[in-house]
């Protein structure tokens, strides 16, 4: 079955192929390195930037690319097809486009065109130890003081806080005005006092990610760094920016089913029992052929959530039923593929068993999937 998604064409096959020889070259082969140091290299930043890949759906003007969000989606599902969990590019894009969407004019110019470059290697932080999809809970402060904001607080499970220049901080400017007091503050990193990066975080998986602790500890923060120039938007911002955050993680999700799939398929067909391959045995057969057909109904769903971001009509319930449903079928069939390895599958020099326990964090970042669940159920 030869299937094309929609939103493909001639010029996204030829930026496809580019990718690929980039990710072959500068990305797999790290792999086994980046999570014995639990974080990449700096210099495969810079030359992702060089290649144009790190904001591939930002506008020149801006020093993105000029795509569309298909272009990142590409560069997206490239990382995944190859085994790739630690390149923490997708936090570093949905930071841009909280800048692009919600920043203001010199925001915009100040940061992204560094962002663009791997420069600046970018971060958001919003779950705190006692706060975590609730965002209402969060107990970090930006108050005035002044020139600027003294911002206290700590922050835990950030991607990329090990790396980040610019991290994106979701602090209370107003304790006591409940989700109108949020407000979204640009804090760089580089010599800034009281700033501080705890522990790399043991994680079950995706240990080249650098996921790590962060503390503020009376950080100055300019009162131009307030993301949008305005105190008080920053839940309206998340709630609208946070659509494009689970449609990535919709597409990865996919993404890897396609991959455990294959792996599984050709495994399947080397291996032989009882003096047949795997492949002509009813029960293996029976569940590839139900993995194919899910993964391909992910694959056509996910076609569509792209297609209407790029149009501009993904809203929070649809991205929502793309997180929550496609991580849950990629856990479900990660974990059918695994026992079709035996007791391979269990081996972690076998990529199938890393895409084993890699895959179970879906079902919790970016909002875990209950929260997705109660969203979609307010639409009803």
């Known amino acids: ?58 506008p020149e003007e801006y020093g993105g690319s000029g795509g569309s969000f298909a272009h990142q989606c590409v560069v997206f599902e490239e990382l995944c097809y190859a085994g790739d969990t630690a390149f923490g590019l997708h936090v570093h894009a949905i930071v841009a486009h909280y800048l692009l969407n919600q920043g203001t004019e010199e925001q915009k ?24 999809s609730d965002l209402k809970g969060i107990r970090s402060t930006a108050i005035r ?48 006092p009281g700033f501080r990066v705890g522990r790399i975080l043991e994680k079950v998986g995706q240990k080249g990610q650098d996921t790590c602790e962060l503390f503020f500890d ?6 131009e760094n307030v993301l949008g120039g305005e105190e008080g938007k920053g839940f309206a911002q998340l709630m609208t920016e946070l659509p494009y955050e689970r449609t990535i993680v919709g597409v990865c999700g996919v993404a890897s ?3 455990a799939i294959r792996l599984t398929v050709e495994h399947t067909k080397e291996r032989k029992a009882f003096g047949q391959a795997l ?29 209407d971001l790029i149009a501009g009509r993904m809203d929070t319930v649809q991205a929502s039923m793309a997180k929550y449903w496609i991580t849950d079928l990629q856990c479900k069939i990660v974990d059918q593929c695994v026992q ?6 269990y081996m972690l020099e076998y990529p199938i068993a890393q895409m084993y326990v890699d895959a179970r964090v879906q079902r919790i970042y970016g ?7 109660e969203i979609i159920a307010r639409s009803l």
């Open 1 to 58: 079955m030869d299937y094309v998604s929609p939103w493909m064409d001639a010029e996204l096959e030829g930026f496809r192929d580019a990718v690929r020889r980039f990710v072959d070259h500068e990305v797999a082969p790290h792999q086994q390195r980046w999570r014995e140091q639990q974080h990449v290299d700096r210099e495969v930043w810079s030359k992702a930037g060089e290649m144009g890949l790190l904001l591939a759906d930002i």
């Open 109 to 132: 110019r100040r940061y992204l065109p560094k962002l663009a470059s791997g420069e600046t290697i970018a971060a958001i932080a919003m779950s705190e130890p006692g706060a975590g």
């Open 145 to 192: 003081s002044g020139d600027g904001y003294r911002l206290n607080g700590s922050k835990t499970f950030i991607s990329n806080g090990y790396m980040a220049d610019l991290i994106l901080v979701v602090a209370k400017t107003d304790p006591a005005a409940g989700a109108k007091g949020v407000s979204l503050m640009l804090v760089e990193t580089r010599d800034t």
């Open 218 to 223: 009376d950080v100055h923060v300019p009162l």
């Open 257 to 259: 089913i396609e991959r």
């Open 279 to 307: 492949i002509e045995m009813q029960n293996t057969r029976f569940v590839l052929a139900e993995a194919k057909t899910e993964g391909f109904v992910a694959r056509v769903f996910v076609d569509r959530c792209i297609e």
């Open 340 to 345: 079709l390895f035996g007791g391979y599958g």
């Open 367 to 373: 909002g875990a999937n209950e929260i997705m669940k």
